[in-house]
């Protein structure tokens, strides 16, 4: 009897302590457009394209709603006024204010989740004061130190001191290697290599898995033609990217390219710039 009641007791903890753990929460998965880039040669974004073919690319960001209250971005846009200037993009608004037409205040996003270096995907950081900055280490220590100094031309310098700065206030997460889940739901991945060390973001919601492909995968044309994107260190590891992504999504039409602008056809709800992914 004793032993019976031991057992039963020892079940009925870890009952209890089940019960006690947090759920992961639901997600709700958006994509916003702040800007186009007009007659965009495609074959800077699919390797072997007619180089005679352009398409007006979709700049975007992409917001993840979490039923926790949590507010991730991943990638953060640009918004410098040399950058305007030098790409000339139409439609443009800074990425803080589209994100506003989903609903969320740039001073409520949490966390910050940084693909690569390059000016269009980290150069608005520091629209958003308040987030954690998510970014693989040896994306970091490649491009940059801790004082902003450039190791590597692919990160803008303005940008590197921004990165930094954000790193002396204790706010940048340096994210050690593949398949890492940084937030409950939310894991990245070793990209391709469109820089050193870029990566993409898998989110879990509704019993599906989301896969925020960002410049591991620029057009929807790249995945149907399993072809790498053109800007890579390294078409193989592109190719193999690819095929992750493939085996992590629940279904291949929730694999979410860079800067596609069918992206806003396909997911035409709820409009105004802004995709809901699902």
Same mark, same amino acid.
């Given at each position: 009897?004793?032993?019976?009641?031991?057992?039963?007791?020892?079940?009925?903890?870890?009952?209890?302590l089940?019960?006690?753990?947090?759920a992961?929460?639901?997600?709700?998965?958006?994509?916003?457009?702040?800007?186009?880039?007009?007659?965009?040669?495609?074959?800077?974004?699919i390797?072997g394209?007619?180089?005679?073919?352009r398409?007006?690319?979709?700049?975007?960001?992409?917001?993840?709603?979490?039923?926790?209250?949590?507010?991730?971005?991943?990638?953060?846009g640009?918004? @410098?006024?040399?950058?305007v200037?030098?790409? @000339?993009?139409?439609?443009?608004?800074?990425?803080?204010?589209?994100?506003?037409?989903?609903?969320?205040?740039?001073?409520?996003?949490?966390?910050?989740?940084?693909?690569?270096?390059?000016?269009?995907?980290?150069?608005?950081?520091?629209?958003?004061?308040?987030?954690?900055?998510?970014?693989?280490?040896?994306? *970091?220590?490649?491009?940059?130190?801790s004082?902003?100094?450039?190791?590597?031309r692919a990160?803008?310098?303005?940008?590197?001191?921004?990165?930094?700065?954000i790193?002396?206030?204790? @706010?940048?997460?340096?994210?050690?290697?593949?398949?890492?889940e940084?937030?409950p739901?939310?894991?990245?991945?070793?990209?391709?290599?469109?820089?050193?060390?870029?990566? *993409?973001?898998?989110?879990?919601?509704?019993?599906?898995?989301?896969?925020l492909?960002?410049?591991?995968?620029?057009?929807y044309e790249?995945?149907?033609? @399993?072809?790498?994107?053109?800007?890579t260190?390294?078409?193989?590891?592109?190719?193999n990217?690819?095929?992750?992504?493939?085996?992590?999504?629940?279904d291949?039409?929730l694999?979410?390219?860079?800067?596609?602008?069918?992206? *806003?056809?396909? *997911?035409?709800?709820?409009?105004?710039?802004?995709?809901?992914?699902?």
């Amino acid at each position: 009897m004793r032993r019976a009641a031991t057992i039963g007791a020892a079940m009925a903890t870890a009952v209890v302590l089940l019960a006690m753990r947090p759920a992961t929460p639901t997600y709700e998965v958006y994509a916003v457009r702040y800007a186009t880039l007009p007659n965009f040669r495609v074959a800077n974004l699919i390797q072997g394209a007619d180089t005679s073919r352009r398409l007006d690319i979709a700049m975007m960001v992409w917001l993840i709603k979490g039923s926790d209250g949590r507010r991730v971005l991943v990638d953060a846009g640009f918004h @410098r006024a040399d950058f305007v200037t030098r790409w @000339r993009p139409a439609d443009f608004v800074p990425p803080s204010e589209a994100v506003e037409r989903a609903g969320v205040k740039a001073d409520d996003i949490t966390d910050v989740i940084i693909s690569h270096v390059h000016w269009d995907h980290l150069d608005g950081i520091d629209l958003f004061p308040k987030a954690r900055v998510w970014i693989q280490r040896e994306e *970091f220590q490649h491009h940059l130190d801790s004082t902003g100094a450039v190791h590597d031309r692919a990160i803008d310098a303005g940008d590197a001191k921004v990165l930094a700065d954000i790193a002396r206030q204790g @706010r940048l997460m340096l994210v050690d290697g593949d398949a890492k889940e940084i937030i409950p739901g939310i894991t990245v991945h070793i990209g391709g290599k469109h820089t050193f060390a870029s990566q *993409f973001a898998a989110v879990r919601t509704g019993g599906n898995t989301i896969v925020l492909a960002s410049d591991n995968l620029y057009l929807y044309e790249n995945l149907a033609r @399993r072809v790498p994107i053109a800007q890579t260190l390294d078409a193989a590891s592109n190719v193999n990217a690819q095929a992750q992504m493939l085996k992590l999504a629940s279904d291949p039409k929730l694999i979410v390219p860079g800067h596609d602008p069918e992206v *806003f056809t396909r *997911f035409a709800s709820p409009g105004n710039g802004i995709a809901w992914i699902h």
